[in-house]
T-cell receptor, first 114, second 116 residues
Framework: KAGVTQTPRYLIKTRGQQVTLSCSPISGHRSVSWYQQTPGQGLQFLFEYFSETQRNKGNFPGRFSGRQFSNSRSEMNVSTLELGDSALYLC?????????????FGPGTRLTVL | AQKITQTQPGMFVQEKEAVTLDCTYDTSDQSYGLFWYKQPSSGEMIFLIYQGSYDEQNATEGRYSLNFQKARKSANLVISASQLGDSAMYFCAMRGQGGSQGNLIFGKGTKLSVKP
């Protein structure tokens, strides 16, 4: 079974631009979560989607948004990019969203904002 | 609020020796899951092992075992017979009962270096 895929793997943008990252979950998984990883803040939860509905959202500004499609694929968008948005963005999928459901991660998208 | 604490920023271990990575957690949930992930320098987060809060036996997966002490709220990862390829960052994480607690909460990680 194919793992979680994320595109693109690398992105370079300038301040003020917007960016869209894509995530395809493991086949059959209906929950998709997004995390931001930076050296200073570590791994921080962005949002979680299940059956096209956002179930949970982390403490990030409204510039960060996401959505999930009927095939469980997910996208996240960051508008008006800031230097501090430079990070590794990780997508994870799981069958469901309970405490026993293991999240499997994709390879990440490394975003650099200049 | 849920919290994961990993007190070892970095550790060294000799190849073929065993190593224990510490993890303590804090939660008011009755049902929760504890996870360990490995992150090589490439960046991908690799799932290693899972322990449920109601599991009475410690989880094992090949060379990985989880030393779960519920009363002490600790979930230490034991890697037996370390290999050079085990050099990576290791993250302990917890997932709660759902709702606002449904996402993974991560510790700050431990950087493991395996010496030949």
């Amino acid at each position: 079974k194919a793992g979680v895929t994320q595109t693109p793997r690398y992105l370079i943008k300038t301040r003020g631009q917007q960016v869209t990252l894509s995530c395809s979950p493991i086949s059959g998984h209906r929950s998709v979560s997004w995390y931001q990883q930076t050296p200073g803040q570590g791994l921080q939860f962005l949002f979680e989607y299940f059956s096209e509905t956002q179930r949970n959202k982390g403490n990030f500004p409204g510039r960060f948004s996401g959505r999930q499609f009927s095939n469980s694929r997910s996208e996240m968008n960051v508008s008006t990019l800031e230097l501090g948005d430079s990070a590794l963005y990780l997508c994870a999928s799981s069958l469901l969203y309970g405490s026993t459901d293991t999240q499997y991660f994709g390879p990440g998208t490394r975003l650099t904002v200049l | 609020a849920q919290k994961i604490t990993q007190t070892q920023p970095g550790m060294f271990v000799q190849e073929k020796e065993a190593v224990t990575l510490d993890c303590t957690y804090d939660t008011s949930d009755q049902s929760y899951g504890l996870f360990w992930y490995k992150q090589p320098s490439s960046g991908e987060m690799i799932f290693l092992i899972y322990q449920g809060s109601y599991d009475e036996q410690n989880a094992t997966e090949g060379r990985y075992s989880l030393n779960f002490q519920k009363a002490r709220k600790s979930a230490n990862l034991v890697i037996s017979a370390s290999q050079l390829g085990d050099s990576a960052m290791y993250f302990c994480a917890m997932r709660g009962q759902g709702g606002s607690q449904g996402n993974l909460i991560f510790g700050k990680g431990t950087k493991l270096s395996v010496k030949p």
